[in-house]
């Protein structure tokens, strides 16, 4: 928007600089003095630029200094290494930044950062005690004030990978979780975690569920955690030997540096049970079952033939048996049956069957009884 006199004389205005050729603008009279200028930005190198001005009845033309910026550093973070020698910004197009100052403490970017992270260290001694706020220098000129988080950057974490490793008996067979989002009890947890600062060889990682009622803690002086590097985290936990038979729910990880202070909690994801199923024995002759052996079939809230769960068969409330008896027809080929899990209800799992047997499964006769 432009002020000033005599902006019912312009006949045309243009955008030009010193590498390109000039365009026309659009312009706009708001009112008298005042000019909206539409300036196309789009693929517009950052840079200085002209608004070139010609008037009716005039050979001279008018320019006004325009500034082009590129990306603009967006800084969600700015965290004080406890030794206030190392700053870390946390955000977007940070690779704008030129440098920072925290009082009278100047700070220069370094080479080693984090995706999604700066890392600068202090040029010159100087005192940052009484500083709550950054000044950030960007290489266009531009200046930003941002607050520092009262967080130590070693503490601050970034999940990087996770998996699991199936953990099942001698002689069961495997129920496959179908959600990514749920981790199986029974299983071997692998992580990788990347800080933000150097991680410190004193601090910890804690692992426990939302309600805190189960957490385990995995140090650098334990073989469940080892360093890849200053900043990259490898852990690894034994669920079942972790939290016992009854864990379940959200399960998350935090930092705890061991000065009383705690980092952010990390979700994983859900941790579920999964029933032991030795085997399942299906007839489609007479009326059609299966018979699922195992333990802990209580895990299981309904069975069932199709992914849909049309026709699902639910697990009896307080069964605690270990065989169950439930009228599923299936085909006389291998295939798939689908079972819902009491920690995850909306989630899916699935057992690789045998084909229905023509002679029936043997069955006793409070199975029997079961079926009428």
Request: net charge negative.
């Amino acid at each position: 928007t432009l002020h000033g006199t005599g902006s019912a004389c312009v006949r045309q205005m243009t955008i030009a600089s010193d590498t390109g050729p000039s365009q026309p603008l659009r312009y706009t009279a708001l009112a008298k003095g005042i000019l909206q200028v539409d300036l196309p930005l789009k693929d517009k190198a950052p840079g200085d630029y002209s608004l070139v001005l010609q008037q009716y009845g005039s050979v001279s033309q008018s320019r006004i200094g325009l500034t082009v910026f590129g990306n603009s550093a967006e800084v969600q973070k700015a965290l004080l290494d406890p030794t206030g020698a190392v700053l870390i910004l946390t955000g977007q197009h940070l690779e704008s930044v030129q440098s920072a100052r925290i009082g009278n403490r100047p700070f220069l970017p370094q080479n080693h950062s984090v995706p999604g992270s700066l890392e600068l260290e202090s040029a010159a001694v100087g005192s940052t005690s009484s500083s709550t706020e950054v000044l950030v220098q960007l290489k266009d000129g531009r200046q930003l004030e941002i607050p520092i988080t009262p967080e130590a950057p070693g503490t601050v974490l970034k999940l990087l990978s996770l998996e699991t490793d199936l953990t099942s008996q001698v002689g069961e067979m495997d129920v496959v979780l179908g959600s990514q989002v749920d981790i199986p009890l029974h299983g071997t947890l692998h992580f990788v975690v990347q800080s933000m600062g150097a991680f410190p060889r004193s601090q910890a990682i804690q692992v426990a569920t939302a309600d805190g009622a189960l957490h385990t803690m995995l140090s650098l002086n334990s073989p469940n955690l080892t360093l890849e590097d200053d900043h990259t985290v490898v852990g690894t936990l034994d669920l079942d030997k972790a939290f016992g038979e009854s864990a379940f729910g959200e399960l998350r990880l935090r930092a705890v540096p061991g000065d009383g202070s705690y980092g952010n909690w990390i979700s994983l994801g859900k941790l579920v049970r999964r029933p032991h199923i030795t085997a399942v024995r299906c007839t489609n002759l007479e009326t059609p079952v299966c018979v699922i052996e195992g333990t802990d079939l209580f895990l299981a809230t309904a069975f069932s033939s199709k992914a849909t769960f049309e026709n699902a068969v639910p697990v009896p409330i307080g069964f605690d048996g270990s065989t169950l008896v439930i009228p599923i027809k299936t085909s006389f080929r291998r295939e798939t049956l689908f079972l819902r899990l009491r920690d995850d209800p909306y989630a899916m799992a699935t057992i690789e069957i045998a084909p229905a047997n023509p002679a029936g499964p043997a069955r006793t006769r409070s199975q029997m009884e079961g079926l009428r």
